[in-house]
């Protein structure tokens, strides 16, 4: 009987290729297949571009198609067939990697297809990546927490009144996911008096890498899907 393939799950960080572990590069160099995972509407996979640097010339690349929604309930279909195609590669023996922006058990899609294969009796390593936001903490040159502050993570999506609840109880915020409704979360910002400290940095890391200090003036922008605020409270 042919041995299972282990699944790897990696962590690439946000964008800056200097920024995946020594492990992560490990398992990229020795797996058999890649998944990148991308979404219908773009081309590539940021994932992987940002893995590119250390792939080995003659990998297999398998690009998954992954809905941008908030719940796996939402179309389960998608994430059930991508995971068979995942097993099925495991069941040949082969070792696989699914690559993850950031970190792969925050906020992830890498998040249900683990959910889904630990079910299978196979082995996982999830390997941990630098979530975007402790770079964008350091990029900017924001602590993020000291002593007893209370530090709250923030998707822009929840329920107005669950953001409300959080910025008040925190002395520093980080708000994700802030593309949808940018405009929105401004003026949430500014209600709370926390609009002049927030700095916004999309697509850390990347070439095209954007900070903006002074969000207020920019309530018209068209705001890049990986963008995160980063905000305190005076
Ligand atoms: C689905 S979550 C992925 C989070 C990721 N797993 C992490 O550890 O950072 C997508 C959100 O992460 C943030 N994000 C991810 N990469 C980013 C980057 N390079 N620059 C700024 N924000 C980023 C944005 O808030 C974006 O809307």
Redesign the pocket.
Known sequence: MTKLGTFYGI?VG??DPDLLTVKAIRAIKEVDVIIAPKTEKKEGSVALEIARPYLKSDIEIIYQVFPMVKDFAESPEIFISNKEEILKLLRTGKNVAFL????PM???TYIYIFKLLINEKINIDTIP?V???LA?ASKIGRPLAFGNDILSIIPATADTNDIAAALESSNTSVL????KNFDQMVSTLETHEMAHNAVL??????PDEKVIEDISQHKNDKIN????IITRRN
């Open positions: 962590g946000p964008g993850t922006l950031g970190d925050f906020y992830s990546g979530p975007a936001f964008i994700m996911k802030v593309y940095v999309s697509r850390c890391g990347l899907y990986l963008s995160t």
